[in-house]
Nanobody, 128 residues
Framework: QVELMESGGGSVQPGGSLRLSCKVS????????MTWFRQGPGKERLGVAA???????SYAGSVRGRFTISRDDTDNTLYLQMDNLKPEDTGTYYC??????????????????????WGQGTEVTVSS
């Protein structure tokens, strides 16, 4: 079975940093697309970042230049490094993946219904 387990969330002041992790079992992170989504209060889930099997990343415009998606193939773990955090970054962050073999990773940031596997989420709060 496939399991995605996020960790690393917390409370931070504006301008601070957090590194989120998503430990994956039953699924090889380098084999396909991996994504991070965010859901703020009263909002739909927003695609934050995606990484292809090749390592090529995609980002939402609101986080580009501040967030970095990466993975550790040895540990089968996905990461999201978040720098210069802003209050609007507040929300629950989820890692998610499609069924293996998906070819267009950026597409998934706009079509969360095509993602097959989701973690339980980790909470991030950015406030003074």
């Amino acid at each position: 079975q496939v399991e995605l387990m996020e960790s690393g969330g917390g409370s931070v002041q504006p301008g601070g940093s957090l590194r989120l992790s998503c430990k994956v079992s039953g699924y090889t992170v380098q084999a396909s697309c991996m994504t991070w989504f965010r859901q703020g209060p009263g909002k739909e889930r927003l695609g934050v970042a995606a990484i292809e099997g090749s390592g090529a990343p995609s980002y939402a415009g609101s986080v580009r230049g501040r967030f970095t998606i990466s993975r550790d193939d040895t540990d089968n773990t996905l990461y999201l490094q978040m720098d210069n955090l802003k209050p609007e970054d507040t929300g629950t962050y989820y890692c998610a993946a499609p069924k293996p073999g998906w070819l267009w990773c950026e597409y998934l940031l706009h079509k969360p219904g095509d993602l097959a596997y989701w973690g339980q989420g980790t909470e991030v709060t950015v406030s003074s």
